[in-house]
């Protein structure tokens, strides 16, 4: 009996070949009310990779480690080729010091995707151009 529980506990064991998921930061947010009431801030730089957008904004403050940042959607879909969302970059910094930082924050943008098609346009305020996610 021994024998046989100890065959059953190895056979649970992972495998190196198993590939584990994991998330690419924060969720975006998708709620109207909230983009609406929502005050963006600039961005320095965007990057996709894969389902992941990294965002780098500066700001004053003593360190950045308290800052917290939040993507919103809109809610709405431009149903254009290809179609498109709308957000806004939020940044709550209660620093009161005057030295510069940046700060990265990744976001998972697998929420913003459209069922039917495998591309998105993200118009996101604040950033110069819209960023094409592939999906």
């Not at 780098?56 to 809109?74: E, K, N, P, R």
């Not at 010091?97 to 697998?110: M, Q």
């Not at 929420?111 to 950033?127: F, H, P, Q, T």
């Amino acid at each position: 009996m021994l024998s046989l529980f100890c065959l059953l506990i190895m056979n649970m064991q992972c495998n190196e070949d198993d590939n584990v998921v994991v998330p690419c930061g924060l969720e975006v947010v998708i709620d109207a009310v909230a983009y609406q009431a929502a005050e963006s801030h600039a961005i320095d730089s965007a990057i996709v990779n894969e389902d992941c957008l990294a965002l780098i904004v500066s700001g004053s403050g003593c360190d950045a480690s308290t800052w917290l940042m939040s993507l919103i959607d809109s809610g709405n879909v431009a149903e254009s080729f290809p179609n498109q969302r709308y957000l806004k970059l939020t940044l709550h910094n209660n620093e009161d010091c005057l030295a510069v930082f940046n700060k990265e924050e990744n976001f998972d943008l697998t929420a913003l995707r459209i069922e039917g098609v495998n591309e998105v346009l993200l118009n996101i305020e604040g950033l110069e151009e819209s960023i094409l996610y592939s999906y």
